[in-house]
């Protein structure tokens, strides 16, 4: 059955430094991956897609890598800040249907 | 723009009630999507809709029923509530299909017991 692995462990990196998130999957042959960030008692919103023929993508200070070889997307934020603390959830999709498979998120912590 | 509401925020229901989670989006959105979220764990799709008169199951779709008489609203039928449906319920919406970012209300925190 499909997979898609976060690791559930919270990321606690220093403000500042680049922290990077890893998206797993496996019996998976994803044409589209997104990530989202939720905040505590509220709903993901969406931050960046990828798509399966696109190596790499940036917005302002993130970036998302896509390497349909070894199934894994990695997700850096650059330049670190407090505010950026938050659930990351990365997402997948194919061309086969309508739904996105969410993974199970990880939680980032930024400390000052 | 309001963007997704859902309404209510919370509900406690007794097992075996039932009750609707609402949901209505202002974008014209043609998809909607029903998720829940237990603790520390990704969101399941319930159910979603292509468009007015469309559903279809997602993978979670067991307890629950929706229909979609308009572009804005789908509301979410929970019968005979069980203890398992006890979670955060998310709806969300997007232009099209999977390869479209997807708008999220706020969330219903149901509690059965």
């Known amino acids: 059955s499909q997979k898609i692995e976060q690791n559930s462990e919270a990321l606690n990196i220093q403000e500042g430094k680049t922290a990077t998130l890893t998206c797993n999957y496996t019996?998976?042959?994803?044409?589209?991956l997104q990530w989202y960030r939720q905040d505590p008692g509220r709903g993901p919103v969406f931050l960046l897609l990828i798509r399966e023929n696109e190596k790499e993508k940036r917005k302002e200070r993130l970036k998302v890598t896509f390497d349909t070889t070894l199934k894994q997307s990695l997700f850096h934020i650059t330049a670190s800040q407090p505010a950026d603390s938050a659930t990351y959830l990365c997402a997948l999709s194919n061309n086969a249907g309508n739904m996105l498979t969410f993974g199970g998120g990880t939680r980032l912590m930024v400390k000052p | 723009n309001a963007g997704v509401t859902q309404t209510p925020k919370f509900r406690i229901l007794k097992i075996g009630q039932s009750m609707t989670l609402q949901c209505t989006q202002d974008?014209?959105?043609?998809?909607m999507y029903w998720y829940r979220q237990d603790p520390g764990m990704g969101l399941k799709l319930i159910y979603y809709s292509v468009g007015a008169g469309i559903t279809d199951k997602g993978e979670v779709p067991n307890g629950y029923n929706v229909s979609r008489s308009t572009t804005e609203d789908f509301p979410l039928r929970l019968e005979l509530a069980a203890p398992s449906q006890t979670s955060v319920y998310f709806c969300?919406?997007?232009?099209?299909?999977?390869?479209?970012?997807?708008?999220f209300g706020p969330g219903t925190r149901l509690t059965v017991t």
């Open positions: 974008m014209n959105h043609n998809y």
């Open positions: 019996n998976y042959s994803p044409a589209y």
């Open positions: 969300a919406s997007s232009y099209r299909g999977q390869n479209y970012e997807q708008y």
